[in-house]
């Protein structure tokens, strides 16, 4: 089992910036992909960014240039800074850790860019 907790959410204004983390714990194995994804209200879950354990980097194509995902090994925790947030960022986000079958998400945090 593993464990994710996220922290980081909240309400900004348009153009702010936020800071996303997210803490594994239980059995954690190398080698392993950790991400994030959001939901907006109506809408299916949808990838925003991840990150394999070697640093390995994707993006979806709206977060790209703004959105910048790292990770911490030492600590099994995950991040992603968003900068030049807009309002169709607005999304609750999960953090999502992943090795081969084994998929474990977090309980998800709420981001709200509204002025």
């Known amino acids: 089992q593993v464990q994710l907790v996220e922290s980081g959410g909240g309400l900004v204004q348009p153009g702010g910036s936020l800071r996303l983390s997210c803490a594994a714990s239980g059995s954690i194995f190398s080698g392993n992909v950790m991400g994030w994804y959001r939901q907006a209200p109506g809408k299916q879950r949808e990838l925003v960014a991840i990150?394999?354990?070697?640093?390995?980097?994707n993006y979806a194509g709206s977060v790209k240039g703004r959105f910048t995902i790292s990770r911490d090994n030492a600590k099994n925790t995950v991040y992603l800074q968003m900068n030049s947030l807009k309002p169709e960022d607005t999304a609750v986000y999960y953090c999502?850790?992943?090795?081969?079958?084994?998929?474990?998400w977090g309980q998800g945090t709420q981001v709200t860019v509204s002025s």
């Open positions: 990150i394999t354990s070697a640093g390995i980097t």
């Open positions: 999502n850790w992943r090795l081969g079958a084994l998929d474990y």
